[in-house]
């Protein structure tokens, strides 16, 4: 009999990525993206056998619920209907209001709806995803994990912004933090390499992709993580520029700047892109790096530098670290940037192991650091298999 699979949704404002589950493996059986939503364009794609096939989507709305109805018809075909037991939903914002994976209830969907100014491209499309996941299994529970749940953990000197408790409190303004689920997951790998109980374990977390994010774990609870009110906030990323000091945000404006333009500008033309003026993605920043461009290499040093710093920060936290672990595109693949941090890091005593560090690579995790020397790993993340396994234990819970 094969395995249960849960079908993991993440809907956003445009697009909508899909996956089934394997509950038992954390492997996806089969995992798709639509995209271009509410354009012309818009289409469903997938892979079978590895072959890819794709469905165009009609008019220029309702693309969800009609990417959604396709994903029943293809499930259906493939003979893996029966085997869908429940659906999981990212979501990125669940403010203070969600600690916790939570199934999807009316009330649940106008909670998150109501947290849509944390989040607004985000927030109503999870809720627009959930609806047409409801329409299209109508016998399924569903259940919505937050990308900030993870972070509520964090104590009050951590989320804080030293801002006047009067505007905080008004607006709502803290750190929430994000890549919950791939802090949450990693760190409990970790500590199953290290024969530890995740509850007795330290570990920095460092989630290096497009968007990128450093998390300190104590005891399985997270206690600090880089991004802060919004995902912009820490590291440097792909296209994002992380921290930057306040006050230019008002030079630009007072320079005539919109919040529009000045949000696109930070969010969109930042980070490898914005240094670089070439790309956003690392694989190219380092090409050209190795090929001479002083401003590709200026975004990999500041890039690299930049997590080197909020790792060492992070130390504060700690009274005892049993590890570093490197995950998300980047830190599961560069190793540069890997490189790069750990030389950075050599005064706590980190000293990188060529070899481990180049088998480390392509979906194979494997610890970086020389033996006797701190450890630093690489765990590659699945943040789709917590989803599918909390939206499970929940579903199982609720029996
Ligand atoms: P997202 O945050 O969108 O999920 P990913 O975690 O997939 O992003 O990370 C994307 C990043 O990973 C890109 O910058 C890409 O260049 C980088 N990456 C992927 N493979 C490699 C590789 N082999 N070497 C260096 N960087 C890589």
Redesign the pocket.
């Known amino acids: 009999m094969s395995n249960s699979l849960v079908l993991v949704i993440n809907s956003g404002s445009s697009s909508l990525k899909f996956a089934l589950i394997d509950t038992v493996t954390g492997e996806a059986t089969l995992s798709g993206l639509g995209e271009c939503f509410n354009l012309p364009e818009a289409v469903v794609s997938w892979k079978v056998n590895g072959e890819k096939q794709e469905f165009k989507l009609t008019g220029l709305e309702g693309h969800h619920q009609q990417a959604i109805d396709r994903i029943v018809t293809l499930v259906d075909e493939l003979g893996m209907k029966d085997s869908i037991v429940t659906i999981g939903h990212r979501v990125v914002h669940g403010g203070t209001k969600f600690n916790s994976t939570v199934r999807v209830t009316e009330q649940v969907m106008a909670d998150i709806e109501a947290l849509s100014d944390l989040a607004p491209l985000h927030n109503p499309a999870h809720v627009l995803g959930m609806r047409a996941a409801a329409k299209a299994f109508p016998t399924l529970q569903q259940f919505a994990v937050f990308d900030t749940a993870f972070h509520q953990t964090m104590p009050e000197k951590a989320y804080t912004y030293a801002i006047s408790k009067e505007v905080s409190q008004q607006y709502n303004i803290r750190r929430y933090g994000a890549h919950g689920t791939s802090h949450y997951y990693v760190t409990r790998e970790a500590a199953k390499r290290i024969n530890k109980p995740v509850e007795a374990s330290s570990f920095i977390s460092v ?6 994010s450093v998390c300190v774990v104590k005891n399985g609870e997270s206690i600090d993580t880089s991004m802060g009110f919004t995902p912009l906030a820490g590291l440097m ?2 296209t994002r520029c992380g921290d930057i000091d306040p006050s230019i945000l008002e030079y630009l404006l007072k320079k005539g700047w919109t919040p529009e333009r000045l949000h696109k500008e930070l969010v969109s033309n930042s980070g ?1 892109l914005g240094i670089s003026g070439l790309t ?7 090409e050209a790096m190795e090929a001479g461009n002083h401003d590709a290499k200026l975004a990999f040093e500041v890039f690299s530098y930049r997590a080197a710093k909020y790792i060492a920060s992070y130390m504060v936290a700690l009274d005892e670290l049993d590890g570093i672990i490197f ?11 890997r490189s790069e941090i750990m030389r950075l890091l050599k005064i706590f005593g980190y000293r990188e192991d060529v070899a481990g560090n180049e088998a480390a ?2 979906g194979a995790e494997g610890v970086i650091s020389q033996a006797d020397t701190p450890l630093a790993m690489v765990i590659p ?1 699945n943040e789709e298999f917590v989803i599918a396994q909390q939206s499970m234990a929940l579903l199982n819970a609720e029996a």
């Open positions: 989630h290096l992709g497009n968007g990128a990323m792909g490898f956003s993605d690392c694989r190219g920043i380092i995950t998300g595109g980047i830190g599961e693949n560069s190793l540069p940037v690579r392509f993340t």
